[in-house]
């Protein structure tokens, strides 16, 4: 079946730099990439969606300029934290679809990142 | 505005017995509606979904039913099993829009 690897699982990192995430679609071509974080008991909010070559589209409330996503291939999306702040500490999960046109629901999600700014 | 809700925030059932559980939506433009099931520090992993139309829809264990007129979906998992102890996450997605919009999730215990 479809399986998205994203690194790393945990990262810690020190106020004020940038963590960059990566999402892998290792045995598809994903078309169009997710990206989500989730604080406690929350649910999953919906950050961006990226296709591959083009911009990614922010939803509503996130900095773009923060939280910078490329999507450069079809098998991989990353999403860079910048100046990465305490309040960015979340779980953040991709997914990725081979969605192109019609609805797809495939969504695959990756197994997350722990990130923790101290 | 939360448009997919999952009101209870854990269920606790016994193996064997059926599991139940709820999700309701308020926005009409969905059409396409999943669950998700999730471990902690691991990313969601799909189990069943189910269009609008559609009433029914039955995978193994897993059934999900859907009363478009109360805007509300259900899951059953039956029998249940100790290993489906997990968060399950209701999801939508509707109109020309394919993204999926979460409820926050139902902590399922499945007690030997």
């Known amino acids: 079946g479809a399986v998205v690897s994203q690194h790393p699982s945990r990262v810690i990192c020190k106020s004020g730099t940038s963590v960059k995430i990566e999402c892998r679609s290792l045995?598809?071509?994903?078309?169009?990439m997710f990206w989500y974080r989730q604080f406690p008991k929350q649910s999953l909010m919906l950050m961006a969606t990226?296709?591959?070559?083009?911009?990614?589209?922010?939803e509503q409330g996130v900095e773009k300029d923060k939280f910078l996503i490329n999507h450069a291939s079809l098998t991989l999306s990353t999403l860079t934290v910048t100046s990465a702040h305490p309040e960015d500490s979340s779980f953040y999960i991709c997914?990725?679809?081979?969605?192109?046109?019609?609805?797809?629901?495939?969504?695959?999600f990756g197994s997350g990142t722990r990130l923790t700014v101290v | 505005d939360q448009q997919v809700k999952q009101n209870s925030p854990s269920l606790s059932v016994q193996e064997g017995r059926i599991s139940i559980l709820n999700c309701d939506y308020t926005?009409?433009?969905?059409?396409?509606f999943l669950w998700y099931k999730k471990y902690p520090a691991e990313g969601p992993t799909f189990l069943i979904s189910?269009?609008?139309?559609?009433d029914k829809n039955e995978d193994g264990r897993f059934t999900v039913f859907l009363n478009k007129s109360a805007k509300h979906l259900s899951l059953h998992i039956v029998p249940s099993q100790p290993g489906d102890s997990a968060v399950y996450f209701c999801?939508?997605?509707?109109?020309?829009?394919?993204?999926?919009?979460f409820g926050k999730g139902t902590l399922l215990t499945v007690n030997p």
């Open positions: 997914s990725a679809s081979m969605a192109t046109g019609a609805p797809n629901y495939g969504y695959t």
């Open positions: 045995d598809f071509q994903a078309t169009t």
């Open positions: 990226s296709n591959e070559g083009s911009k990614a589209t922010y």
């Open positions: 926005n009409s433009m969905f059409d396409y």
């Open positions: 189910i269009s609008s139309i559609k």
């Open positions: 999801a939508a997605s509707g109109g020309s829009n394919y993204k999926l919009t």
